[in-house]
């Protein structure tokens, strides 16, 4: 799957973009050849078997049923692809059976476009309870009394709406059932994030190539999600921090605008039919300094560190351990004390950009085949600049893989 390195901006390059077109709406990208020709959906029978392991989960654990708001869960499962909002839309996993969907009356055939597995669809009125017809049908299935599970981002009103009308259940979270589903990724999924890596990649070596200075990060932003959606990707966030603010890991509010022999930090991620990318690169525009230098190879060296503390069956706290030994041993710290890593080691990922299980001290959740974090152990001083190199890595019965390569060098960033 080639990609075209000679493609160029569409007429301007550097402060032209921001100085003709307006900065970030006008990066214009050409010549980028698509990259994303092999992503396979995920076919309806996964996400049957997800129900099915979901429903086994529940018979060990005592539930009746789950309740699940829109969002990456209720996609997980059914495919249902919809937003949250004031008019309620569930969906309910019972123990055993057919699964139940309600939505407003308006709302049922949108709900229906991306519904990919066999479900009970009911719907509410707009003077109606939306959480009425949960109750009666869990009421009809005699689970009403039994034990319901909350995922852990289900909104108050809309449990404690369902918990109103069934006074002799009793709720509880919902958690550990979609974690055993979600945390453990199927070849179908690792192979999707694999592409969405490429893509981002591929991205960033296109955008490297024009960068310039006086660029803004919202300059190099924009060509890094033109050539994020270019390549068949669809951006989720193309973060850039230059010089000091690249000290800041979710940058500043200050003025950046890119000179010679600064530290330019991107963190930037896509995602490929509904899974997701999550890299950062760190590079110096001109000749680094001695001090940035050292700098970035302590990352390359912790981010090393990282995996290869993270094999099956450790826990995943040890990881951060790990590298926060190594980082004090260099004077940084302790702890997350600044200078140093001031935020964990590296975040579950998968549908969503941040999920559990986390690279952070006291983590006991033990590695298994089929989870997917990221290793992104920067190093931030506060006044001068900061480094953070993130590669995502899936765990196989033979230990980590990395969904992207790390970078090489700060001269060869981009690999």
């Not at 990066?27 to 099915?52: D, K, M, N």
């Not at 055939?109 to 939306?130: H, K």
């Not at 603010?245 to 330019?264: I, K, M, N």
């Not at 710290?333 to 990922?349: C, D, F, V």
């Amino acid at each position: 799957m080639g990609v075209n390195r000679r493609a160029m901006l569409a007429g301007v390059t550097g402060l032209g973009v921001s100085a003709v077109l307006g900065g970030a709406a006008g990066a214009q990208v050409e010549g980028l050849s698509r990259i994303t020709g092999a992503a396979v959906p995920i076919a309806p029978a996964e996400r049957l078997a997800r129900v099915a392991k979901a429903q086994a989960l529940m018979k060990a654990q005592g539930l009746s049923a789950v309740v699940i708001e829109p969002g990456a869960s209720m996609t997980y499962f059914t495919g249902v692809q919809w937003r949250r909002s004031e008019r309620v839309t569930a969906l309910v996993i019972p123990v055993e059976g057919e699964l139940l969907i309600v939505t407003p009356h308006f709302e049922e055939p949108s709900v229906r476009e991306s519904l990919a597995v066999p479900a009970d669809v009911r719907v509410w009125q707009e003077d109606e309870d939306p959480a009425a017809p949960m109750a009666d049908w869990l009421k009809a299935r005699r689970l009403a009394g039994g034990v319901i599970g909350v995922e852990e981002t289900v909104r108050y009103f809309v449990s404690d709406g369902l918990a109103r009308r069934l006074p002799d259940a009793r709720f509880t979270s919902g958690s550990a059932v979609v974690r055993g589903c979600r945390m453990i990724k199927s070849p179908a999924e690792i192979a999707l994030m694999e592409i969405a890596a490429q893509v981002t990649v591929a991205a960033y070596r296109y955008t490297h190539s024009k960068v310039e200075l006086g660029m803004t990060p919202a300059d190099i932003g924009a060509i890094m999600s033109k050539a994020t959606a270019a390549l068949g990707g669809k951006p989720e966030f193309s973060m850039v921090l230059i010089g000091e603010a690249a000290a800041y890991p979710h940058g500043t509010r200050q003025r950046q605008v890119l000179r010679e022999r600064e530290v330019v930090l991107m963190d930037c991620g896509c995602t490929v039919e509904g899974y997701q990318a999550d890299i950062s690169r760190t590079f110096v525009f001109g000749e680094p300094t001695a001090e940035q230098r050292k700098v970035w190879n302590q990352v390359a060296r912790g981010q090393q560190i990282a995996f290869e503390t993270a094999q099956v069956g450790t826990p995943a706290g040890a990881v951060d351990d790990a590298v926060r030994r190594y980082y004090e041993s260099l004077g940084y710290g302790p702890r997350y004390g600044l200078p140093g890593l001031s935020h964990r080691t590296g975040h579950g990922i998968g549908m969503e950009g941040h999920e559990p299980v986390n690279f952070v001290h006291g983590e006991a959740t033990k590695l298994a085949p089929g989870m997917c974090l990221s290793n992104e152990p920067g190093l931030y001083l506060p006044g001068k600049f900061g480094v953070r190199l993130e590669d995502c890595i899936h765990m196989t019965a033979q230990g980590p893989r990395w969904f992207s390569k790390p970078a090489a060098s700060i001269d060869d960033p981009m690999g």
